[in-house]
């Protein structure tokens, strides 16, 4: 099986540990995105992945196609030209003082990508799944046609199309997501949401929940998901569930509706190492959940567990296996020492 995913591959600058920024004159640089954390999963997982952006010719660009070839991820169709690797500095939040992400990516080579940068007929030759995010087309520029592009080609191929709501207030405004993601959702056969993504794009959103006071109501979020199909025709929406008890503690879930069956995942508590990626590693789970045949029930465990194993890894790439996951899905979540 293979799986297409396109966005933004970014620069990640962040100081040690949870020293805040400039506490000291060091910071890590690894590299990160939502697509790109989405393809290192599933080249972990054994897929084959293939990721696509444009990235600068210069050694920073280079670095960053071989923080992904590291991983088996496929990086030939990744066009080279520009100026400008994005960059996002991340100051780890703990206890009661959340994360703290600053974005430098202002024309960065992605989002001053030209629709003639990308043959899809030859990115979708022999592929089965496309993935992007709610960030790509919202990076300005041509992206949002270019996205298009995209789907259109993957359908023309009979790619299935998925699609993280992924809303970033910092890069575009409402009004502006919801035209887009209208009309780009028109394509999309799995969405994957958050508690704050469809209300934030599609004004969607569930009744007596508080994410930030911990409540969760179930009965809401079945409510969201059918809205969303109803909406858009999707075969398939996922829900990320996030109680946020403090930046250092959460408790996760998720919730995948069929059309038919809502399958509510087991609820994990988390201590948290590193979160970003988070969502994007349950999004690869679910398409390697979804590829390999696995029902919705256990689909969404798959995912979930994926997603529940990243928040103790640093950096943004989920670098776990499938028998990992499987482990923890299956009920092993102990943390023994495995000898």
């Not at 939502?34 to 972990?44: H, I, P, R, W």
């Amino acid at each position: 099986m293979k799986v297409v995913t396109f966005g933004e591959l970014m620069l990640r600058l962040a100081p040690n540990g949870y020293y805040r920024f400039f506490q000291n004159d060091q910071m890590q640089a690894t590299f990160g995105g939502g697509e790109a954390n989405v393809a290192v999963s599933l080249a972990n997982y054994g897929l084959e992945s293939a990721y696509v952006t444009k990235l600068p010719k210069h050694a920073i660009g280079q670095a960053a196609v071989d923080s992904l070839r590291y991983f088996g991820v496929d990086t030939s169709k990744i066009v080279r030209g520009g100026d400008r690797v994005g960059i996002y500095f991340l100051e780890k939040g703990a206890s009661q003082r959340g994360s703290v992400c600053i974005y430098d990516r202002a024309h960065s080579a992605i989002s001053e990508a030209v629709p003639s940068d990308f043959d899809w007929d030859a990115i979708f030759e022999g592929a089965d799944w496309f993935h992007f995010t709610g960030i790509t087309p919202a990076l300005g520029g041509n992206m949002v046609e270019i996205c298009e592009q995209a789907c259109v080609a993957a359908k023309n191929h009979g790619v299935k199309i998925s699609c993280d709501l992924n809303y970033r207030g910092k890069l575009w405004t409402r009004a502006e997501a919801r035209e887009a993601m209208t009309k780009l959702c028109g394509y999309v056969d799995v969405c994957i949401s958050n508690e704050e993504d469809a209300k934030d794009v599609f004004g969607i959103e569930a009744e007596n929940t508080d994410i930030y006071g911990g409540k969760l109501n179930h009965e809401g979020y079945k409510s969201v998901a059918k809205q969303l199909k109803e909406k858009f025709g999707f075969e398939k929406v996922a829900i990320t569930l996030r109680s946020s008890i403090s930046a250092s503690d959460n408790d996760w879930a998720g919730m995948l509706f069929d059309g038919e069956n809502y399958c509510f995942s087991k609820s994990y508590h988390l201590h948290i190492v590193d979160r970003v990626g988070g969502g994007d590693s349950f999004g690869g789970g679910l398409i390697y959940a979804l590829l390999s045949g696995k029902d919705t029930q256990a689909a969404i465990e798959f995912a979930v567990a994926a997603s529940a194993l990243k928040h103790s890894v640093e950096g943004d790439y989920n670098r776990v296996s499938v028998s990992e996951v499987e482990k923890l899905a299956g009920g092993d979540g102990s943390g023994r020492v495995q000898r």
